[in-house]
T-cell receptor
Framework: DQQVKQNSPSLSVQEGRISILNCDYT??????FLWYKKYPAEGPTFLIS?????DKNEDGRFTVFLNKSAKHLSLHIVPSQPGDSAVYFC????????????FGQGTILTVHP | ETGVTQSPTHLIKTRGQQVTLRCSSQ?????VSWYQQALGQGPQFIFQ???????GRGNFPPRFSGLQFPNYSSELNVNALELDDSALYLC???????????FGPGTRLTVL
């Protein structure tokens, strides 16, 4: 039972353009969502998060949007840079699950110069 | 400040053997979580330790067990290894149960 899904295994964009990574979830108990970035041979690093009481959170070039009714979140990267090329995971947790993160399968982002 | 470290980096075992993976948490962190990442998948939660006690477990059989030590470092033990246990094992530490988790680089386990 995949409670968090990233349906696009890969995404390719041109440098300077917008990258949009999508994530869907099924568990209504999830109330906090995170995006992680992972480079090869490194662990995932935290990028940005959003609480279910918000619908948008911005941090520099990164913005996360949450649509609770659709159980959908997206990560926008503007402008995209070659250094953004990595695997992006969305993750979710509920208030009752303490630190347990439920991850999606990941999306490989490639930003071409 | 030292980040999360894991050892060994790579490990090859055969079916039926036992393995111990180690994790040193970031300085000051008292919570450690373990995740299994199979090829092409996202990390899956195995269990979490808080102040030396198991605090939450994912859908993994009892042959996956762990320990947390007084210095908050941790071990993941897997008995009776199966081919499907081949994966990247990630350790994450945090200050408390709810705070941001910092991941180590992982241990790549191959079971032949």
């Amino acid at each position: 039972d995949q409670q968090v899904k990233q349906n696009s295994p890969s995404l390719s964009v041109q440098e300077g353009r917008i990258s949009i990574l999508n994530c869907d979830y099924t568990n209504s108990m999830f109330d906090y969502f995170l995006w992680y970035k992972k480079y090869p041979a490194e662990g995932p690093t935290f990028l940005i998060s959003i609480s279910s009481i918000k619908d948008k959170n911005e941090d520099g070039r990164f913005t996360v949007f949450l649509n609770k009714s659709a159980k959908h979140l997206s990560l926008h990267i503007v402008p995209s840079q070659p250094g953004d090329s990595a695997v992006y995971f969305c993750a979710a947790k509920s208030g009752t699950s303490y630190g347990k993160l439920t991850f999606g399968q990941g999306t490989i982002l490639t930003v071409h110069p | 400040e030292t980040g999360v470290t894991q050892s060994p980096t790579h490990l090859i075992k055969t079916r039926g053997q036992q393995v111990t993976l180690r994790c040193s948490s970031q300085s000051g962190h008292n919570t450690v979580s373990w995740y299994q990442q199979a090829l092409g998948q996202g990390p899956q939660f195995i269990f979490q330790y808080y102040r030396e006690e198991e605090n939450g477990r994912g859908n993994f059989p009892p042959r996956f067990s762990g320990l947390q030590f007084p210095n908050y470092s941790s071990e993941l033990n897997v008995n009776a290894l199966e081919l499907d246990d081949s994966a990247l094992y990630l350790c994450a530490s945090s200050l408390g149960l709810e705070n941001e988790q910092f991941f180590g680089p992982g241990t790549r386990l191959t079971v032949l």
